[in-house]
């Protein structure tokens, strides 16, 4: 059925995107979202080389930039935070069958020298659940002090619902536990360093940025937004010099004014958001979809957003308008 769709289809490309390919759950996003194994990655790689041909960005790049329309099915794979795993699991996958891919860096976490914050909440849930009664004690008292009233304590809903703006409470909480996140960054390096990143360039993997330090977009002003893309877009301009200048939202783009994108396009060839096959009135900016969320198999999994596809073309839902 796959096929007969992708005769008729305009939309030609997809962009796959993940995170990290694990058989074992790392310990720092096991309330965050289930990864791939290895086997279900390659399914994925199977599915996706048979019905699609493989993109690099440059040939992404190109093909925006000239206006082309792309005619043959084709795909182009992503992979967002930077993660260290990329380098240990997934490019010996990929370099094996010959397939393209860009990582998008939260450039303040090079090097394991910070950890996104709501890495930091999912490892603070997981040592609270094997804490001492004393520690626990203090979970409890500083949640309810920062939530300034005395109910019953949910705590991992309340470490997983902090905002941006109070990844603070996650620092402070810390220090009176006995837990180090510094300590997790230096034994467990979960991020790629910048010799790692120079040497998958070298072997033909491209990098975006993926903003400093991974907040939610719509929760910054808009100075704010700019500033987390120029300097991200920066820093891989000092360090690596890509010849693409590609950026990828943190979380997704929902909400994000059309004045960010008119400020950003000479700064950029190509965005990245995460509504799957949802159409653009920005012309440079371009949708993913979140392999992570496909419980059923990759196949399937495409012919049903092809199909959500054309419910909502009808009902004129198929668009992203902007402010």
Known sequence: MLKKI???????????????????TPQYVTHLYK???????????????????????????????ENKIIKNASFHLTFDDGLQNFYTEIAPILLKKKIPATIFLNTDFV?????????????????????????????????NEKQKINSKINIKRFLL?????EKHFLDELESQINYSFSDFLNIEKPYLSLTQIKELQEQGFTFGAHSCNHPLYTDLSLKEQLKQTKESLKWLDENIN???????????DIGV????????????????????????????HLHRLDMEKSNT??????????LKLAIKIPLGKHKIKRD
Do not use: C
């Not at 992708?6 to 074992?24: C, G, M, Q, R, W």
């Not at 950003?264 to 009135?281: A, Q, R, V, Y």
């Not at 198999?297 to 092809?306: A, D, H, R, S, W």
């Open 35 to 65: 990864p791939k194994t290895t086997k279900q990655f390659k399914q994925d790689l199977d599915v996706f080389s048979t019905y699609y041909k493989a993109i690099s960005l440059k040939g992404l790049v190109r093909s925006l930039k």
């Open 242 to 252: 890509p010849k693409q200048k590609v950026f990828s939202f943190p979380f997704h």
């Open 161 to 165: 619902g902090i905002k941006f703006k």
């Open 297 to 306: 198999n990759p196949t399937q999994f495409l012919i049903n957003e092809y």
């Open 111 to 143: 090097d394991n020298k910070d950890l996104f914050f709501r890495y930091k909440a999912n490892l603070l849930i997981e040592h609270y659940s094997n804490a001492t009664k004393i520690e626990q004690d203090i979970y409890r008292n500083f949640i």
């Open 6 to 24: 992708l005769l008729t289809s305009k939309n030609k490309l997809i962009l796959p995107f993940y995170h990290l390919v694990a058989d074992e």
């Open 257 to 284: 004014s059309k004045e960010f994108f008119i400020k950003m396009e000479s700064h950029l060839d190509i965005s990245f958001g995460t509504s799957g096959f949802k159409k653009e009135e920005v012309p440079f």
